[in-house]
């Protein structure tokens, strides 16, 4: 069972509000991911970071996104100013990546609902 | 550019059966590639992998069939089970620096009994 830790579970934002989703990798894991999955069922790739460095992360052309894992304090995802489209599952998902382990274990994911 | 197919997009079968979900890919450089089911109202959750050195991966009623020259691999569920019905995904993870998995579009299985 994933023991990654996603706040909060559901999240509902007006047009242009801010929307800001929280995620505690599992111990260990130095490595976290963030997705989008939408309303039918794709999946985005959004962000990862090893530690507190981030290795990639998709064009996020209008900027809107923002994302950090800092060191001692949760990794945060923060939505500048919403918009409908954005309404998604968003999921984060930490893993070991050592030798042998590339496993990703998502947390059960911040539900984000823009009106 | 869907660059993991999945098929096919739902699968009905009966109780003690075995289901065969099927997925492709097109990026040689992938070299993982995990499945996960969902089931509604959570997140997904890893089943089962497996890295192309080799062509099979058991863990119990779940096995892993791949097919590198093909670039195909396959989940059999052995026996299927009502509490397996769920949305499965494939998804395949280039490794390294790039690490990022690209899922395919899922296939939702309804077990009947």
């Known amino acids: 069972n994933s023991k990654v830790i996603q706040t909060p579970r559901y999240l509902v934002k007006g047009q242009g509000q801010k929307a800001k989703m929280r995620c505690i990798p599992e111990?260990?894991?130095?490595?976290v991911f963030w997705y989008q999955q939408n309303k039918n069922n794709e999946f985005k790739f959004l962000i990862n970071?090893?530690?507190?460095?981030?290795?990639?992360q998709i064009d996020m052309t209008e900027k809107r996104f923002s994302a950090e894992c800092p060191s001692n304090s949760p990794c945060s995802l923060e939505i500048q100013s919403s918009e409908a489209g954005d309404s998604a599952l968003y999921l984060c998902?930490?893993?070991?990546?050592?030798?042998?382990?590339?496993?990703?274990?998502f947390g059960p994911g911040t539900r984000l609902t823009v009106l | 550019q869907q660059q993991v197919r999945q098929s096919p997009q739902s699968l009905t079968v009966w109780e003690g059966e075995t289901a065969i979900l099927n997925c492709s890919y097109e990026d040689s450089t992938f070299d993982y590639f995990p499945w996960y089911h969902q089931f509604p109202g959570e997140s997904p959750a890893l089943l089962i992998a497996?890295?192309?050195?080799?062509n099979k991966k058991e863990d119990g009623r779940f096995t892993i069939f791949f097919n590198k020259r093909e670039k195909k691999f396959s989940l059999h569920i052995a026996d299927s089970q009502p509490g397996d019905s769920a949305t499965y995904f494939c998804a395949a993870e280039a490794g390294g620096s790039n690490a990022k998995l690209t899922f395919g579009k899922g296939t939702k299985l309804s077990v009947k009994s």
């Open positions: 970071f090893q530690n507190q460095e981030v290795l990639q």
């Open positions: 111990k260990g894991h130095p490595v």
């Open positions: 497996i890295r192309p050195v080799s």
């Open positions: 998902a930490s893993s070991a990546r050592d030798r042998s382990s590339y496993e990703q274990y």
